[in-house]
């Protein structure tokens, strides 16, 4: 059973461009959530979302950001004209359908540098 | 707003040494979950903790969850090289998938 899978595992944008990440759940995974951690700093929430809604973005930047779950396919968080204080690694977990926090797998993943 | 201390921030220690780390709050949390994060990859879920008071052991880690549901703290004992990473405290306050991490304490073991 494949873990959580996240790409690219490094993307590296220069300002204004458009950075998309992405995240496939485990298998039997339906919920999927969003973490940012900046330089030598814990993860923060960011947006959680299921099949075809979010739940709740709280913790997503009200500007430039989106996150989408389609009803196929993986989860895209989405960054739109990047500055360089997006710089960071994003994480995507995913909890089987009866969550709770202790349920939470995370993938490895990406590495934003912006230019 | 919340504020969540995690310490010590960063430790070095000889391979076979007990290590403590703590977090306090100034919240109360419902759950108190311990991760470890290895370079370059994702968090790992070590210990979960569910009700004030509970102590929990997983191997050379033991865990407890602070009677006053502010604070916790995670020790290893006897330190092996793999021990080296990144550990955070996790605590959830309701939300039952909103988790607030801390800064983190780097451990280092020496061999």
């Known amino acids: 059973n494949a873990g959580v899978m996240q790409n690219p595992r490094h993307l590296v944008r220069r300002r204004g461009q458009e950075a998309r990440l992405r995240c496939s759940p485990m298998?039997?995974?339906?919920?999927v959530y969003w973490y940012r951690q900046l330089p030598e700093e814990g993860l923060k929430f960011m947006v959680y979302?299921?099949?075809?809604?979010?739940?709740?973005e709280s913790g997503m930047p009200k500007e430039r950001f989106s996150a989408e779950f389609p009803k196929e396919g993986p989860s895209i968080l989405r960054i739109q004209q990047v500055v360089r204080g997006d710089s960071a690694a994003y994480f995507c977990?995913?909890?089987?359908?009866?969550?709770?926090?202790?349920?939470?797998?995370f993938g490895p993943g990406t590495r934003l540098t912006v230019l | 707003g919340q504020q969540l201390n995690q310490s010590p921030q960063s430790m070095f220690i000889q391979e076979g040494e007990d290590v403590s780390m703590n977090c306090t709050s100034s919240?109360?949390?419902?759950?108190w979950l311990w991760y470890k994060q290895d370079p370059g990859e994702g968090p790992v879920l070590l210990i979960a903790?569910?009700?004030?008071?509970e102590l929990t052991s997983n191997g050379r880690l033991t865990a407890q969850f602070g009677i006053t549901r502010k604070d916790s703290f995670l020790n290893i004992s006897a330190s092996i090289p793999s021990d080296v990473g990144i550990y955070f405290c996790?605590?959830?306050?309701?939300?039952?998938?909103?988790?607030?991490f801390g800064k983190g304490t780097l451990l280092t073991v020496n061999p």
């Open positions: 979302l299921q099949k075809e809604n979010i739940i709740d």
């Open positions: 298998k039997g995974h339906s919920h």
């Open positions: 903790l569910y009700k004030a008071g």
């Open positions: 996790a605590p959830e306050g309701g939300s039952n998938y909103k988790l607030t």
């Open positions: 919240s109360i949390f419902n759950t």
């Open positions: 977990a995913s909890s089987p359908p009866a969550t709770s926090t202790d349920t939470q797998y």
